[in-house]
């Protein structure tokens, strides 16, 4: 599980993780990601089972967590909630932002309206 601010940081760590050229196909991995904020049932669940989630999703898949960061606390986004995970690292939780969780979703609804009018201007 790996908390995730933006979609830039999903597609940065994405392409950072693997030291093998793009053509191997050994180099695929899966990325999902989960838009929940910290008062859902989705979320709940990913705080209670971060082991779990972790150990299940390996090295061939990255579980990115919309909205959240584990870094900077309140320097990173003043209106950050801490959502009561901790990572390996003594004082370093996860965090959520409401202003980064916001700029992801709306780029990807912006994305999805793009290709769907792009997608009616092709022939069928």
Known sequence: MLPSPSLDT?????SMRSDRP????GNRRLVSVSC???DTAVFDNLRHNVRYHNARSGDAWDLAVA?????????????GVPVGISTPHPGVDWWYSPREFNRLRQRI???HHRQVARRRHLPR
């Open 10 to 14: 999903i597609l940065d760590r994405t």
């Open 22 to 25: 793009e053509s191997d196909s």
């Open 36 to 38: 929940s904020t910290p």
């Open 67 to 79: 909205g959240y960061y584990a870094y900077g606390a309140r320097e990173y986004d003043p209106e």
């Open 109 to 111: 609804e912006d994305e």
